[in-house]
Nanobody, 119 residues
Framework: QVQLVESGGGLAEAGGSLRLSCASS??????????MGWYRQAPGKQREFVAA???????NYADSVKGRFTISRDNAKNTVYLQMSSLKPEDTAVYYC???????????WGQGVQVTVSS
């Protein structure tokens, strides 16, 4: 069983910053966590990719957040972080973290955390 617990969401003003965290855990301690990352879903819109970090440390970002968001991970803690800066009202959404486990990259999701940016 895999569990992902997110934290750090909330309300920020435009131009401000927030940091999201997502801690992943499993009862199968020998299972490898591969890619980790974040998606978001704004009201009335589809879920969209935000950022990913690979086990090697490589990263990938959506164009809309490049230069403003930074993703990182702590492999020892199986935790992924999303540092969000220069926030815009259009960043308002529920943010979902994910983790890809095992040789088949089975994807698991967190419960979502609300981020609201006021103008």
């Amino acid at each position: 069983q895999v569990q992902l617990v997110e934290s750090g969401g909330g309300l920020a003003e435009a131009g401000g910053s927030l940091r999201l965290s997502c801690a992943s855990s499993t009862s199968a301690s020998s299972t490898t966590v591969n890619d980790m990352g974040w998606y978001r879903q704004a009201p009335g819109k589809q879920r969209e990719f935000v950022a990913a970090v690979f086990r090697s440390g490589g990263t990938n970002y959506a164009d809309s957040v490049k230069g403003r968001f930074t993703i990182s991970r702590d492999n020892a803690k199986n935790t992924v972080y999303l540092q969000m800066s220069s926030l815009k009202p259009e960043d308002t959404a529920v943010y979902y973290c994910y983790a890809d486990y095992g040789p088949y990259y089975s994807r698991y999701w967190g419960q979502g955390v609300q981020v609201t940016v006021s103008s």
